[in-house]
């Protein structure tokens, strides 16, 4: 399993694809960040705080986390080398699971950098260090949760079909509803319970908890639960060949 991962993070960084997605992620948050003037700008904001990063990242990853998940299944049954994978002494979930967390790495290395602006941030502070330490590690916890469910939906949408732009698409798609798409289901359905338990399928009601600073097993059972499910399915899609 482990040198199927080893070979797709290769992969990722022999071409253009890895270096993009990390790029395009320090570039974008870099600039709204510390460039371009507005609410989002910290210099500006008046406030040491990554409020500002935390509400930018999921929306950047809702596009990034497909584009490198699309092709990890996808480009196997195009190119035909997804049957050279079933000669390997792997079950199909050890497949799965190592495309998983060669996508969840990547965005991991993504995700590193910006412990620059954490530490830029604490020197800002006045006093120095004068931030909301549990709030942000709450946040930066809740962030790799959300991108590890991105990246399940990604793996999932790419072992549907040979097509990488229709993966992305559709991972896209599943990413948002699972985002925002509940929040606002739950704005046009009557009955506090049912509203509450509609936002409690989404992703951003978990993520804003552990912004909070607090780590409640509730948030972090959906987000295993989440996880293991669309890898469940991904398993299944696999399994579905040999029927």
């Not at 951003?204 to 948030?219: A, T």
Request: overall charge negative.
């Amino acid at each position: 399993m482990w040198s199927l991962y080893r070979k797709e993070i290769t992969s990722f960084f022999s071409s253009v694809t890895g270096y993009l997605v990390v790029g395009v992620f320090l570039v974008l948050t870099g600039l709204f960040l510390w460039v371009i003037p507005g609410e989002m700008n910290i210099l500006f904001g008046g406030y040491a705080t990554l409020d500002s990063l935390f509400y930018l990242a999921p929306w950047l990853y809702l596009f990034l986390v497909p584009a490198v998940t699309m092709r990890l299944f996808a480009d196997e049954k195009r190119t035909g080398t997804i049957e050279l994978l079933y000669t390997r002494p792997l079950t199909e979930f050890h497949i799965v699971l190592a495309k998983y967390l060669a996508g969840l790495s990547l965005v991991v290395i993504s995700l590193l950098p910006t412990l620059v602006y954490f530490y830029t941030v604490v020197q800002l502070g006045n006093p120095v260090g004068n931030i909301d330490y549990g709030g942000t590690w709450g946040s930066f916890i809740g962030l790799l949760f959300l991108a590890g469910i991105y990246v399940a939906i990604g793996v999932f949408c790419s072992s549907l079909t040979d097509n990488q732009i229709v993966s992305f698409v559709i991972a896209v798609l599943l990413s948002f509803v699972f985002y925002d798409g509940f929040d606002a289901l739950s704005q046009v359905v009557s009955g506090n319970s049912l509203q509450s338990f509609i936002v409690y399928l989404g992703i951003d009601e978990h993520y804003q908890s552990m912004s909070r600073g607090v780590l409640d097993s509730r948030d972090l059972l959906y987000f295993v639960s989440v996880i293991t499910l669309f890898l469940y399915l991904t398993r299944t899609m696999l399994s579905s060949r040999k029927w």
